[in-house]
């Protein structure tokens, strides 16, 4: 790994995405952490550490489904920075107090399918366009997002989640679009989607009573064996789908 690097966690108030932030923060080759918040009322523990870690840790507001907050955000850095090394995505919605996962087509309507895709799909491209000019150097770098398995097409058994399974599928193909783009416009990062396991978070907690314990993961352990396959990333590997294991996961 180089020296002297710069990593961006985006949804770093809470869960797998304020566990990066904290891996970040071990990790002495890096030397600047960014980190995203929505809102300061929910990010308590993340304010906090960036207190306990002033020299390193810069913590700024934003929302992805705002295209003009990424772009300040992003400007923001550029007052520190004219380089990342490490972008990792851990924004997702799956569920919140209005919103809850279809079981059937009944339950479908085009207000809900589209916040599934706004925050699960949108965001996240927006990141890679307004990201881009930080990674273009000649540095290894990463631009990792979030995903799922059952984003998978091919792995889709189950039926139902109608709109998380096809705002991650749709996140999967940005993904893949902006590694084939990337290259062209200067930027060596390797893009890759991850799915990080059943994690015990949030996200995950109306969904965990037939998880088997030993694949219901702690956000820390989530982190390290994500972290692991991150370290292990070669640049043939941009444009893949890997699972928390670093097995390869089918579109």
Request: glycine share 6%.
């Amino acid at each position: 790994m180089n020296q002297s690097q710069n990593a961006l966690i985006i949804g770093a108030s809470q869960g797998i995405g304020l566990g990066f932030v904290k891996k970040c923060l071990e990790t002495p080759s890096i030397s600047t952490v960014f980190a995203s918040y929505r809102h300061p009322d929910t990010a308590a523990e993340l304010l906090t550490l960036s207190h306990q870690h002033c020299d390193r840790l810069i913590c700024i507001p934003m929302d992805i489904t705002d295209e003009i907050q990424i772009q300040e955000a992003t400007a923001q850095i550029q007052q520190h920075t004219d380089s990342l090394h490490f972008v990792i995505n851990c924004v997702g919605l799956l569920h919140d107090s209005t919103l809850q996962p279809e079981k059937s087509l009944r339950q479908i309507n085009s207000e809900n399918l589209m916040r599934y895709f706004q925050v699960n799909s949108i965001g996240a491209v927006l990141l890679a366009k307004h990201l881009l000019p930080l990674l273009q150097h000649n540095q290894r770098s990463i631009f990792a997002t979030i995903s799922a398995k059952v984003g998978s097409i091919g792995d889709n058994k189950l039926g139902g989640w109608y709109g998380y399974r096809a705002s991650k599928a749709a996140l999967n193909m940005l993904m893949k679009t902006v590694a084939i783009e990337y290259p062209r416009k200067g930027a060596n990062a390797i893009v890759i989607t991850l799915h990080p396991g059943t994690t015990d978070t949030r996200l995950s907690k109306p969904f965990q009573r037939n998880v088997p314990p030993e694949k219901l993961f702690s956000i820390e352990k989530t982190v390290s064996q994500l972290w692991s396959v991150l370290e292990n990333l070669e640049q043939t590997d941009t444009g893949e789908f890997f699972s928390w294991d670093g097995t390869r996961l089918p579109w």
